[in-house]
């Protein structure tokens, strides 16, 4: 084994609270893998919550992998000997019963091949052998769409799946104990085992121009794949390791909520979290003191913080019990003066809003049911109360979006600046404003999954307008994503199977996409770039989230004719299907 890999290992390893290690003896040992460097995966409450899920449970070990540091990748490309090791036992991969991805974004995926080729496991199942770990993978990535990564897989659990670990490892550790091979533990596990999907239990049917047009069974398997759904959220999921590597260093992280009510078109987390819910004002206050032993800084987190009907009092209460709190972002239409002040008096000093589009057409459009009044409001309630490094998330390339649609972020920020110099009068700092700008992708399982992605070179140039737009304002920061990469996104999050051999191609070119794309002969643009009709078969189609395609349709429609929908009202609303 090589030191210096051990020796990364041993310092995240020192510098952490609330790591567990257990002993090994016979128990189901899982190593769970997030496909991104140590610092981006621990600063994931879903990957940390699933740690903490398996490593409650006596009968099994579970050991964290991530993507090396570039230091360890040339370890790893120079010394044969060398393996991807875990960061408690610093055991090899490949030791393990079950190696377990932790999937959030798919920009991620060719990461995955990196990490097999560094642990000597073969991409494909029939390229393993008998002592190589059952290859399996979950998180929300792969609940939308887990076909560009199906063939590399032995199985997926699809969905929120805290409460199914406990009957998933007690039946795998059955099935590795009298199964005589990989082929009876996945039948024994897809009969008893729910929201778990086999790919090669199943046949993808093509036309001759590639288009999907049947998923078939191979056998007595279900055609629909119903995703996994938690009823309730309590107790809230916490972060159970701290670092000080992390993103959110030496913070600890609450859930108050799951899914949104709010209905933007764009967003994904929206529609397959649905139904909405949320945390209890006693159980967050419970899960924060629980986290006091680790730290006093606690992040609260959830699509839309400032919706929680009870956020004020939370924050006052963790406030005066002397807690640090910070939160993910808040709306602009539900951020209240004391939510804002406790937020202050607790030292928190950055808060993000998402206006999303400038124009109140587009807002439309999206579903963002904001005005530009309720966002300048906000932005002067934030800067009155010291909260001075104010973050603005816009898109680009969003469905009918026009070059003048772009040119009203640049007011919309010019009016925010203007306000907040107003309301600044008589301080000795002004509030910074950074803009988020990113390249909107089309996601499954929601109303613009139909649309089109924009040419790389038009999003360039609608990126240029707000650079020139804002250039030499001060106190104004413009970030923004590559269109490049948000090309790739759009690939991989619409892909079908065949994109598999793609992101083979782009592990064996050593990144290079042009020449991957070339040697598969795979056009991308198929994927990306082109409008879908309304009775597409699409490749995540055999997923069930409760939703109605038929709703995902007329939301589109109401889109293009700038209708804006009603929120959420659970329970008494079937419009979308999920709640019957």
């Known amino acids: 084994m090589n030191w210096k890999l051990v020796k990364t290992q041993k310092k995240w390893l020192s510098n952490e609270k609330g790591t567990v290690i257990?002993?090994?003896?016979?128990?189901?040992?899982?190593?769970?893998?997030?496909?991104?460097?140590?610092?981006?995966?621990?600063?994931?409450?879903?990957?940390?919550?699933?740690?903490?899920?398996?490593?409650?449970?006596?009968?099994?070990?579970c050991e964290r992998v991530f993507f090396p540091e570039p230091e360890d990748v040339n370890v790893l490309a120079r010394d044969p000997s060398a393996s991807l090791i875990s960061v408690e036992s610093q055991r090899p991969v490949r030791d393990f019963d079950v190696l377990a991805f932790a999937l959030s974004f798919e920009n991620d995926f060719p990461n995955i091949l990196s990490m097999l080729d560094y642990s000597g496991i073969g991409f494909f199942p029939p390229d393993r052998s008998g002592h190589d770990p059952l290859l399996m993978a979950g998180g929300v990535v792969t609940f939308l769409n887990p076909e560009p990564i199906a063939p590399f897989f032995d199985f997926f659990l699809l969905g929120e799946v805290e409460n199914i670990i406990p009957t998933f490892s007690t039946v795998l550790k059955e099935c590795l104990k009298r199964c005589k091979d990989r082929r009876d533990i996945l039948e024994e596990l897809v009969s008893r085992v729910p929201s778990l999907y086999v790919p090669e239990f199943y046949d993808v049917k093509y036309t001759?121009?590639?288009y999907v047009f049947g998923?078939?069974?191979?056998?007595?398997?279900?055609?629909?794949?119903?995703?996994?759904?938690?009823s309730s959220l309590e107790p809230p999921?916490?972060?159970?390791?701290?670092?000080?590597?992390?993103?959110?260093?030496?913070?600890?992280?609450?859930?108050?909520?799951?899914?949104?009510?709010?209905?933007?078109?764009?967003?994904?987390?929206?529609?397959?979290?649905?139904?909405?819910?949320?945390?209890?004002?006693?159980?967050?206050?419970?899960?924060?003191?629980n986290t006091r032993e680790l730290t006093n800084r606690v992040g609260l987190l959830s699509s839309a913080v400032s919706d929680?009907?009870?956020i004020e009092g939370i924050c006052n209460v963790l406030k005066q019990k002397g807690f640090q709190v910070s939160v993910s972002s808040i709306r602009a239409d539900s951020a209240t003066r004391g939510l804002l002040r406790n937020?202050?008096?607790?030292?928190?000093?950055?808060?993000?809003?998402?206006?999303?589009?400038?124009?109140?057409?587009?807002?439309?459009?999206?579903?963002?049911?904001?005005?530009?009044?309720?966002?300048?409001?906000?932005?002067?309630?934030?800067?009155?109360?010291n909260i001075l490094n104010i973050k603005l998330y816009f898109m680009v390339g969003l469905p009918t979006e026009t070059r003048s649609d772009v040119e009203e972020i640049v007011k919309l920020v010019r009016k925010i600046k203007h306000r907040v110099i107003s309301s600044s009068k008589g301080k000795k700092k002004l509030a910074t404003l950074t803009l988020s700008v990113n390249c909107f992708v089309p996601k499954p399982f929601t109303p613009f999954q139909w649309s089109q992605f924009l040419k790389v070179e038009e999003l360039k140039e609608r990126i240029k307008i707000i650079k020139r737009g804002l250039k030499g304002l001060s106190n104004?920061?413009?970030?923004?994503?590559?269109?490049?990469?948000?090309?790739?996104?759009?690939?991989l999050s619409r892909g079908d199977r065949k994109v598999a051999l793609l992101l083979r191609a782009i592990h064996q070119n050593d990144g290079n996409w042009q020449k991957a794309l070339s040697d598969v002969n795979l056009n991308a643009d198929f994927y990306a770039c082109r409008s879908r009709k309304k009775d597409e078969l699409f490749p995540w189609d055999f997923i069930d989230h409760g939703i109605r395609k038929e709703y995902l349709w007329e939301e589109y429609q109401r889109a293009?004719?700038?209708?804006?929908?009603?929120?959420?009202?659970?329970?008494?609303?079937?419009?979308?299907g999920v709640c019957e």
């Open 22 to 61: 257990k002993d090994w003896g016979g128990k189901l040992t899982i190593a769970l893998a997030y496909p991104n460097r140590y610092a981006v995966g621990m600063a994931n409450l879903g990957f940390q919550t699933v740690y903490r899920c398996f490593n409650e449970l006596p009968h099994v070990v």
């Open 208 to 210: 001759e121009e590639g």
């Open 215 to 230: 998923y078939v069974p191979k056998g007595d398997y279900p055609e629909k794949i119903r995703c996994y759904h938690s």
């Open 237 to 289: 999921t916490t972060t159970c390791i701290l670092t000080p590597f992390s993103e959110f260093s030496n913070t600890g992280l609450v859930e108050i909520g799951r899914g949104c009510g709010r209905g933007c078109r764009f967003c994904a987390a929206g529609f397959v979290y649905r139904p909405p819910r949320l945390v209890s004002a006693e159980k967050i206050i419970e899960a924060t003191e």
């Open 308 to 310: 929680h009907p009870e």
């Open 343 to 385: 937020l202050s008096e607790s030292g928190h000093f950055s808060v993000a809003v998402a206006p999303d589009a400038g124009s109140e057409r587009l807002r439309k459009v999206i579903n963002k049911n904001l005005s530009e009044a309720q966002i300048l409001d906000a932005v002067e309630n934030l800067s009155r109360q």
């Open 476 to 491: 104004v920061r413009v970030h923004t994503d590559l269109p490049k990469w948000a090309y790739r996104q759009a690939v």
């Open 560 to 576: 293009l004719a700038e209708k804006v929908s009603p929120q959420c009202d659970v329970g008494r609303c079937h419009r979308c």
